[in-house]
Nanobody, 122 residues
Framework: QVQLVESGGGLVQAGGSLRLSCAAS????????MAWFRQTPGKGREFVAA????????YYGDSVQGRVTISRDNAKNTVYLQVNNLKPEDTAVYFC???????????????WGQGTQVTVSS
């Protein structure tokens, strides 16, 4: 059973940057594809970014393309999401997800964290 814990969220002004972290335990993150999704009240989970076991072929959602970078440090069992040029519409709870299958943008991952709140003020 893999446990995922997100951190790094907070309140930031528009135009600022954040780096979110997702620490995995109970499994070796190098065996899992990892992804980030976000959710706002009343909306479903929106795909943000995904990365394969090797770190190759990162995949990004249309709404964040060009502003985010997903990366992983398998030695630290941690995946990161760097978000730049934040906009008020980026305000959401950001979730980390993991699975042995690389689902890309599909929210079919088996393991999910509890989320970290990102709030962007205008």
């Amino acid at each position: 059973q893999v446990q995922l814990v997100e951190s790094g969220g907070g309140l930031v002004q528009a135009g600022g940057s954040l780096r979110l972290s997702c620490a995995a335990s109970g499994g070796t993150v190098s065996s899992y594809a990892m992804a980030w999704f976000r959710q706002t009240p009343g909306k479903g989970r929106e795909f943000v970014a995904a990365i394969s076991w090797t770190g190759a072929s990162p995949y990004y959602g249309d709404s964040v393309q060009g502003r985010v970078t997903i990366s992983r440090d398998n030695a630290k069992n941690t995946v990161y999401l760097q978000v730049n040029n934040l906009k008020p519409e980026d305000t959401a709870v950001y979730f980390c997800a993991a699975d042995r299958v690389y689902y890309g943008y599909q929210a079919a991952y088996d393991y999910w964290g509890q989320g970290t709140q990102v709030t962007v003020s205008s």
